[in-house]
């Protein structure tokens, strides 16, 4: 099941370490400032805790425009998904 909500941006962990461009980025933060943010960016939900493998960019656009939340797709998963994305 898929649910779109608001989540925290201090309660996804994003366990996979990744290179912005900083132009993206920029970019985006005008965009979000002007219109808000187009497409929610995907978590898995895994024993209540988010974790974030996509969005990449509009989730350093969020942490920069110090923004608290970020609109998600929040699909829950077994342990064994988390696993699979990990591995």
Do not use: W
Not at 67 to 84: M, N, Y
């Amino acid at each position: 099941m898929v649910d779109i909500r608001e989540v925290p941006l201090n309660q996804i962990l994003r366990p996979l370490p990744r290179v912005n461009d900083q132009n993206k980025v920029a970019a985006l933060m005008e965009s979000i400032e002007a219109e808000g943010l187009h497409e929610p960016i995907d978590v898995l939900e895994v024993d209540g805790q988010y974790y974030g493998f996509s969005g990449c960019h509009r989730y350093e656009a969020h942490q920069r425009l110090g923004k608290e939340t970020i609109r998600c797709r929040v699909r829950r998963a077994p342990r064994s998904v988390l696993q699979r994305h990990l591995a």
